[in-house]
């Protein structure tokens, strides 16, 4: 999605600095009006180096799009203290640091910061205690932040895609594969069908989601409309979960995501095998 929201805002007219941490990476998105920064947004040198490489240019900038982010989908009782730090390091963390290093130039601009959070950042399903911690936690320090810099012309988005046709969801099932292999027996008596459930549903909604070109559109409306949103979601799914959770009590929408991913279960489909599902 990153990808594609830099190419479109180059296609736009806009000099595109792209946070990329290979240098493979830099080769395949290096084009017209796209300039890759290789950025590993947990590392505070390779953040100052980029709030170096803005102060140097004599353009202004104009927004700042927080689009890194990490999927890790496991059980609270399973997923060890290392990894809960780590998805917040990326999915948080990061983030802020980021924002703080490039402020003094979004203030000159008068320009804007778009966070890219998730539904998970308004709603945590089952599995997804540390994503959608963070991304809570995001929609908090978004909010925190648009009241304090409002007045000094800075303008904070945040963009809450549903499924999205990227490869974050592949990486999530695979990781989501190994963390249960770690688990103790007793833990795999417990939640191993809610895993292989939960990848299933993953791998169909990441297949039904949006295209990474529209969901960069909406990133892309949230960085260049004259008079923004304070929210945008991107995809049916997503704003049909917006609109729809808050007329709900925590109960019933227990029930309403527990239906939903009991369609997904291993027993439900008639499944005999005992490993996990594979990445799509």
Request: glycine share 8%; aromatic share 4%.
């Amino acid at each position: 999605m990153g990808a594609a929201t830099a190419r479109e805002l180059a296609r736009r007219g806009f000099h595109v600095l792209a946070g990329v941490r290979r240098d493979h990476d830099a080769d395949t998105i290096r084009a017209a009006g796209v300039e890759p920064v290789i950025l590993d947004i947990t590392r505070s040198e390779q953040v100052e180096a980029l709030a170096a490489r803005i102060a140097d240019d004599p353009r202004a900038l104009h927004a700042l799009v927080n689009n890194a982010g990490v999927q890790v989908n496991a059980p609270v009782e399973t997923l060890p203290p290392a990894e809960w730090r780590r998805v917040f390091e990326v999915n948080l963390f990061g983030h802020i640091a980021v924002t703080q290093a490039l402020l003094p130039a979004l203030l000159r601009a008068r320009g804007r910061v778009i966070n890219i959070s998730s539904i998970g950042g308004k709603y945590a399903m089952a599995t997804y205690g540390a994503y959608a911690g963070a991304k809570f936690a995001l929609e908090a320090v978004s909010d925190s932040l648009r009241r304090e810099v409002a007045p000094l012309g800075v303008q904070v988005v945040v963009v809450e895609p549903g499924g999205v046709r990227t490869e974050i969801a592949a990486r999530g099932i695979a990781t989501a594969n190994d963390l249960a292999t770690r688990m103790t027996p007793e833990q795999h008596e417990r939640y191993g069908d809610l895993v292989r459930a939960n990848n299933s549903l993953m791998a169909t909604g990441t297949a039904s989601g949006l295209t990474a070109d529209a969901a960069a559109r909406v990133v892309v409306k949230a960085v260049t409309a004259r008079r923004p949103r304070t929210r945008y979601t991107a995809g049916r799914d997503a704003a049909l979960i917006m609109r729809l959770g808050p007329f709900l009590s925590d109960r019933t929408l227990d029930r309403v995501l527990a239906a939903n991913l009991r369609r997904h279960h291993p027993k439900a489909a008639g499944a005999s095998s005992p490993h996990f599902a594979d990445t799509p």
